[in-house]
């Protein structure tokens, strides 16, 4: 894809001012660094930084018909969210059980859900939640948020930068719960991210984005690319996307059990599949005890099992590489297993993901 | 200077340094740092192994990404720099300073096929566009 055809977001400017390095996103002209992804991705765990992350999509749903619709769209049962601005991670499914795309759904009030969903897959989504509103719930009005910028503000610092110069958003940010949105005016304030650390994410009017960038920029966060954002979700334990799951695996050979409500009477997309399917295979870490670094698609040997690398990389608060992967049931936490990186076969622990939790290394 | 003018270099981006003892020493350009990010793994070739011009012979890992390092010259390595598996991000720091290796040439006149400064920065911009 050239240049002229990316699309871009309504920070596109500042990155550029910033002397990013910019890359095609999924399509998008996004700062990949601002010079070094190391120094952005210690800001973020020692004090605060922020991303641009407005290629992702908001998508809100309004009308009476929101929760039973979403109860059925979802893996995740948002009937878990009683309280309004409650949020809940979940899989969306197709009808083989694979994972369409993961997102997180805000319940703002009993007619407006707020879904958030990945760039790669936005437009995707929107037409098969479209489909099944149309099928089911024609008369829920579905809205694709375009008009909205989102940044992400992290770190253990964020939350008290980002009330400081917002002040109109500086009563939610302390008071918000983990995993909990609130309206503020023009914003949408949210306690959640995709770096282990605590911080918001705020969604805006484009046409705001730019000063707001610059309010926190002056206030001492500082600018973070998409580098940072994997190495820190990976130390995190977070899977990305379209890497550790896709729509041809399922959410419970995914690392994402926990996200998925099996023992109910509610029917929700995917379902049937997902019981019908054995689970072979599951998600787990690993922590490289040999020197190199893993990649994702690099073969993993575990007694006689073999498995995959899904991520890997550098973990720059843990200082040595480390991965997702998928492998068979039977490797536990502990186990000892090789990584072919390069043509050598490495040796690496299996760990219990997250590596970092709150600046504070787990593994 | 992001290309200096006493070194030679090769089109994969090694840079080499003809020493008065008749060894040369290489390491990477401050382009291929550039391009590679945050480098944060360097596995250099042992001494004493034996290289072909064009062999490859180590890996640098960055934070983004893995490169192949061939050896500039045919030749035998003689030193390799160990300080760099403590502190990797030298190479983004210092790129004309953290050498990697030094290599015994075995014929002198592959340093003379190098490229010069001027030839190797015609390489680095056409590879920013």
Redesign the interface.
């Known amino acids: 894809m050239n240049q002229a055809s990316l699309k871009i977001t309504p920070l596109n400017a500042a990155h550029r001012a910033l002397g990013a390095r910019m890359v095609d996103f999924a399509g998008w002209d996004m700062p990949?660094?601002y010079g070094?992804?190391?120094e952005e991705h210690h800001s973020v765990r020692r004090a605060a930084g922020m991303f641009d992350v407005s290629h992702m999509l908001a998508v809100d749903l309004r009308g009476p018909d929101a929760r039973p619709f979403l109860r059925r769209l979802l893996a995740n049962d948002v009937a878990r969210l009683t309280k309004p601005g409650k949020a809940l991670y979940s899989c969306m499914l197709n009808n083989e059980g694979g994972v369409l795309d993961d997102l997180i759904a805000y319940f703002m009030a009993e007619d407006w859900f707020r879904l958030v969903v990945n760039a790669g897959t936005a437009e995707r989504d929107a037409g098969w939640i479209d489909a099944q509103r149309r099928a089911v719930a024609p008369r829920l009005e579905q809205a694709a948020r375009r008009d909205l910028a989102m940044i992400a503000v992290q770190g253990p610092r964020a939350r008290q930068i980002t009330a400081g110069v917002l002040p109109q958003a500086a009563g939610a940010l302390g008071s918000l719960a983990h995993f909990q949105a609130a309206e503020c005016g023009d914003l949408f304030v949210a306690r959640t991210g995709y770096t282990g650390e605590d911080g918001c994410e705020i969604m805006l009017p484009a046409g705001r984005a730019a000063m707001v960038w610059e309010s926190l920029l002056g206030a001492g966060v500082a600018p973070a690319g998409l580098?940072a954002r994997d190495?820190l979700r990976l130390e995190a334990g977070m899977n990305l996307y379209g890497q550790d799951m896709n729509e041809t695996v399922s959410p419970l050979e995914s690392g994402l059990a926990w996200t998925v409500v099996l023992q109910t009477d509610r029917d929700f997309i995917g379902k049937e599949a997902l019981a019908a399917r054995p689970v072979e295979r599951q998600l787990t870490g690993f922590v490289l005890t040999d020197?190199?670094?893993m990649?994702s698609h690099q073969p993993v040997r575990a007694g006689d099992g073999r498995g995959e690398i899904t991520s890997g990389?550098?973990g720059?608060t843990l200082n040595r590489?480390i991965a997702l992967g998928r492998v068979p049931q039977a490797v536990r936490p502990g186990d000892d297993i090789e990584v072919e990186v390069?043509g050598k076969w490495l040796r690496a622990k299996a760990v219990k993901p997250p590596f970092v939790r709150n600046g504070k290394v787990l593994v | 200077m992001t290309t200096p003018d006493n070194l030679k270099y090769t089109e994969s981006h090694e840079w080499v340094k003809q020493e008065s003892d008749g060894t040369v020493t290489v390491g990477i350009t401050f382009h291929a740092q550039e391009m590679l990010g945050d480098v944060v793994f360097i596995d250099n070739p042992a001494v004493g192994r034996k290289l072909k011009q064009g062999e490859e012979c180590g890996v640098i890992e960055s934070v983004k990404a893995a490169a192949d390092i061939y050896a500039p010259v045919s030749g035998e390595v003689v030193a390799a720099n160990a300080a760099l598996a403590d502190a990797p991000e030298t190479v983004n720091k210092e790129p004309y300073a953290a050498w990697m290796f030094r290599l015994k040439p075995a014929n002198a006149g592959e340093i003379q096929s190098l490229l010069d400064a001027a030839a190797y920065q015609k390489i680095a911009d056409a590879e920013k566009q």
């Open positions: 990949l660094h070094s992804q190391v580098g190495t020197r190199g670094v990649r990389g550098f720059p590489s390069r």
